[in-house]
């Protein structure tokens, strides 16, 4: 279990494997081992340069007039029912300005690791608190009345680097790690109980499910991601 599942710089979008490697040029599209590129209401787009010294970058758009089962992202299934998922990716949602006005009403998914056998297991979501933004996650937790525990993080100005640790289990301590690049030092670490997810098979990057005020305030501008990586177990850093 301590084998990667793989390692990939979306900026590459699986063009030349390794966060790093250099490539003349970017992709018009998602390539694999990215499996799909899945646009509704909304636009994903590979621009050059990349967040962190890659070739390139995902832009993720949501159009004007999306309803909340818009989506501009990017799926990878190479992960199968795994009992230990971590991944890591670059978020930049510095072009989001103007958080004045809407405050908690902007909301938008950028992370969805999913299990076949329940349709669920963790997502991580961007909203606005009037001033900044934050990032929130939600993973599954039969001890919570809900099935579910959320908190949230503050989100650094530029480029981010997020990483997070999901093994499953009935006390599963779900980690956190932002703009962190020492293990031992997490921002934030839960236990709950995620047994019945049985593992992550589907993992989804990019623009999803916005709420109304982020479509009014926020249609046509990009928020960027890069240099996506899933493991295991091991930790990845940056």
Not at 149 to 160: T, V
Not at 185 to 192: E, L
Request: include cysteine.
């Amino acid at each position: 279990m301590n084998a990667k599942m793989k390692v990939l710089a979306l900026a590459l979008v699986g063009f030349a494997g390794y966060a790093g490697s250099a490539v003349a040029g970017c992709p018009s599209s998602p390539v694999p081992p990215w499996t799909a590129n899945n646009q509704f209401q909304g636009v994903t787009a590979i621009t050059a340069p990349g967040l962190d010294g890659t070739a390139c970058h995902l832009d993720s758009t949501i159009s004007a007039g999306a309803s909340g089962f818009a989506s501009a992202i990017v799926e990878d299934d190479t992960p199968t029912a795994e009992p230990h998922y971590r991944a890591s990716f670059m978020i930049d949602v510095d072009a989001l300005t103007a958080l004045g006005a809407p405050g908690f009403t902007t909301v938008a998914t950028v992370f969805q690791g999913v299990s076949a056998a329940t349709g669920n297991g963790v997502s991580f979501a961007i909203f606005g608190d009037g001033t900044n933004w934050l990032i929130s996650y939600t993973v599954v937790d039969a001890t919570d009345p809900s099935g579910y525990f959320s908190n949230s993080q503050p989100l650094p100005a530029g480029a981010s680097h997020i990483e997070f640790d999901l093994p499953v289990g009935a006390a599963a301590n779900f980690q956190v790690w932002i703009e962190s690049n020492v293990e031992g030092s997490p921002t934030a670490t839960h236990t709950v109980d995620n047994g019945a997810i049985v593992g992550i098979d589907t993992a989804f990057l990019g623009l999803a499910a916005p709420s109304d005020g982020f479509v009014s305030t926020y249609a046509g501008t990009a928020a960027q991601f890069d240099r996506f990586d899933s493991r295991r177990s091991t930790f990845i850093g940056y």
